[in-house]
């Protein structure tokens, strides 16, 4: 039998001996719920029932006072000096804080003041300090609403460990800092309030100060850098790295002289050179700082060979023409990251690394040389383009390309453009050829078949030109580029029709040698705000028309200067100067003399109104040309800052003789608005003629993409 029938009563009362003798039959009658409930009952306790003993509890309770000696005060070390201190009473408190005496106090907002020693020698980088805190402190973007003394307590507590942090990047370790909060803010108690006069239901707002003894300064104590000693330029070098032992000690000066040390081994041939995080260990019996910062140079190297992953796309011999580096030259991280730069710019990949990668390593005093290895990833190579426009006087002009950017490789790109227009209809073909005998120079081949129809002439022209030039591009804008060519026009070309009157054409065949130069010291190449742009253009023609041939030489000189005067603000002007000096008027063909007039010219006038006129009244070019623009270009706050209201006013003459007059000046003002995008500024300008000569509009609309000059 597993039940013991002697078992305590109250487990007999459960499990009767009734249920251990025949377990099934028990089980099948149950056990009913009431006597469950009896049996589970917690038992009544009298309040005067005694408690049990309580387990473990071997310690018997104190029946008396306990005397405990009195605490000892420790004598003053006299050879310690303390700082002077006050005691200030907050209005609103019943403590004490404690506050330096004669305090330069620096005011951070209404409720943030800042006190310092008065010498200025105990803490010689107050002005930095208190800036760096301002641009970081929670309670300087503390607003109004927010200014509850218990907001402000909250946000006192961070900008406490915000000063500690700054204290210690400047090399004040031992610094104290003294916090106190003063102040309530927001109504009281209305009952109350209702008992007083209403000047005084509102307690002083809130203010924290912070006393700040700022203690000795640190300095640098021993500094090791590891095997930068054993680097061939050592002395030069450690030079580069501006802190020696004594220097005052300063977080800041350690990333900033880690960084003139990188740069140093990257521009001075060590290509693997690595550096460690700097370690500081601070002794405050010493006041010092013990740096630690592991130089690894890893031996000196000039460069080798530029290896191209893509030979057949962009060959290693073209990147070695792109690249400002010469084999053997020594090796420099800023080169690297140019030729990176330059691959990037030919628009034809969408990734490109540069790595050096040592090919022979250094022996002795000779360095070795390390191989440039480009892996690229094409970008698509086919371009689709357009671009609208409209003049009231030019009526529309569509233009459209296609261009494959790496026909030829390397860079030898093929583009077949046209135009649609009011006035103009264009088919041509362009050959290119970029880094074409060194960086940044190009070649250009281009033939193309047009017909002009302006209100000076009628003009159908076939034309071969060439150009080689070294220019400016997004990436590398240029302080001067150049550029020098040939033009071979056969052209067809007749004055301007006038009430359906035609008069006969005549062909002129021309050959033109134009060299061009441009100095360009603006900040961006499609929207300057400051700097200045001069160019120059001489063209020398020889032209044959009806059995005359003429000698004649086309110069323009073009100027703009750009001034910012605030963040929303720039000015502009600009100057355009030409002369064809040679030749008679009527020797020059139509196409190549200078007009006057439009949306890039004088706006206000139709295009290539201005000038001189014909005897049926239709312009009839010039040989001097004078343009003068000035435009204030205003940035709104409208789209997020996107546009911006430009007033104008515009003048220029065209003369027939070589030497520009001022005898007809025509005027034009008005007002544009551009609207900036990600690729240039959308132009919509309004103008209208000041002294309109007879035929000229009283409105002219110009609408293009970028800025007028």
Do not use: C
């Amino acid at each position: 039998m597993a039940q013991d029938t002697q078992a305590p009563a109250r487990l007999e009362d459960l499990i009767p001996d009734s249920a251990v003798e025949n377990p099934e039959e028990w089980a099948a009658d149950g056990v009913s719920t009431e006597a469950q409930a009896d049996d589970l009952a917690e038992p009544v306790l009298e309040p005067d029932s005694p408690m049990a003993e309580l387990p473990a509890m071997e310690v018997p309770w104190p029946d008396q006072q306990l005397d405990l000696p009195e605490l000892v005060r420790l004598p003053r070390d006299e050879a310690i000096d303390f700082a002077e201190l006050e005691s200030i009473q907050d209005e609103d408190a019943d403590d004490e804080v404690a506050a330096l005496a004669d305090a330069q106090l620096e005011v951070v907002s209404d409720q943030l003041t800042l006190a310092f020693p008065v010498e200025l020698e105990t803490f010689p980088v107050r002005e930095e300090f208190v800036s760096r805190f301002k641009s970081l402190s929670t309670i300087q973007s503390l607003s109004d609403e927010e200014g509850s003394i218990a907001q402000l307590a909250a946000r006192a507590r961070a900008d406490e460990d915000l000063l500690e942090q700054l204290l210690e990047i400047y090399g004040y370790y031992d610094a104290q800092i003294i916090r106190s909060v003063s102040g309530r803010t927001g109504l009281r108690d209305q009952t109350a309030a209702a008992d007083r006069p209403a000047q005084d239901a509102r307690q002083p707002e809130p203010s924290v100060r912070f006393d700040i003894i700022p203690g000795p300064r640190f300095r640098f104590g021993a500094i090791n850098l590891g095997q930068l000693g054993e680097a061939p330029d050592a002395t030069a070098l450690r030079q580069e790295f501006g802190i020696n032992t004594g220097d005052p000690l300063s977080s800041d000066a350690i990333v900033e002289e880690q960084i003139d040390l990188d740069i140093a081994l990257g521009e001075t041939g060590y290509s693997f050179a690595e550096i460690k995080e700097p370690e500081l260990l601070v002794d405050h019996a010493r006041t010092e700082g013990d740096l630690t910062m592991i130089v690894l140079p890893k031996g000196k190297y000039v460069f080798g060979n530029v290896i191209s992953d893509m030979p057949d796309f962009l060959s290693s011999k073209h990147l070695e023409t792109i690249a400002r580096f010469d084999e053997g030259d020594i090796y420099q991280r800023s080169l690297a990251l140019d030729l990176r730069r330059a691959i990037t710019a030919t628009g034809l990949v969408s990734t490109v690394s540069v790595t050096p990668r040592e090919v022979t390593p250094p022996t002795g005093d000779q360095p070795g040389i390390v191989a440039m290895d480009v892996a690229m990833t094409k970008a698509p190579l086919r371009t689709i383009a357009g671009a609208i426009g409209y003049g009231t006087e030019e009526g529309f002009r569509i233009a459209a390309s296609w261009e494959h950017r790496n026909l030829f490789p390397s860079e030898g790109a093929l583009r077949v453009r046209g135009i649609i227009g009011t006035r103009e209809q264009l088919a041509g073909v362009t050959f290119r050829k970029n880094n074409f005998g060194g960086r940044d120079r190009v070649l250009t081949l281009d033939a193309y078949a047009s017909t002009i129809d302006t209100n000076a002439f009628d003009a159908n022209t076939a034309a071969l030109a060439g150009t080689y030039e070294r220019v400016s591009n997004l990436l590398f804008q240029k302080p001067f580029s150049w550029g020098v060519g040939f033009e071979l026009l056969a052209t067809d070309e007749r004055p301007a029709a006038v009430d359906g009157m035609q008069e006969e054409r005549q062909t002129y065949l021309i050959a033109a040698l134009p060299v061009r130069g441009l100095i360009d010291s603006t900040d961006d190449l499609l929207d300057p705000t400051k700097g200045f742009r001069a160019g120059a253009r001489l063209s020398p023609e020889i032209s044959r028309s009806q059995g005359t041939e003429s000698f004649y030489l086309r110069s323009q000189v073009d100027a703009s200067y750009y001034k910012q005067i605030n963040d929303k603000v720039v000015l502009a002007t600009r100057a355009r100067f030409g002369s064809i000096p040679g030749t008679s008027l009527e020797n020059i063909a139509p196409s190549r003399r200078f007009y006057a007039g439009g949306g890039s010219s004088v706006r206000g006038y139709g295009y290539q109104a201005i000038g001189p006129q014909d005897a049926l009244g239709e312009p009839s070019g010039g040989r001097s040309l004078v343009e003068l623009s000035f435009e204030a270009r205003i940035r709104t706050g409208f789209f997020d800052g996107a546009l911006a209201v430009v007033p104008f006013v515009d003048a220029g003459s065209v003369g027939t003789g070589a030497t520009p007059d001022f005898d007809d000046i025509r005027i034009g003002a008005g007002v544009g608005v551009r609207y900036y995008t990600g690729f240039g500024p959308i132009r919509v300008d309004v103008a209208t003629p000041i002294n309109p000569g007879p035929g000229d509009g009283p409105i002219a609309v110009y609408v293009s993409l970028g800025q007028a000059f």
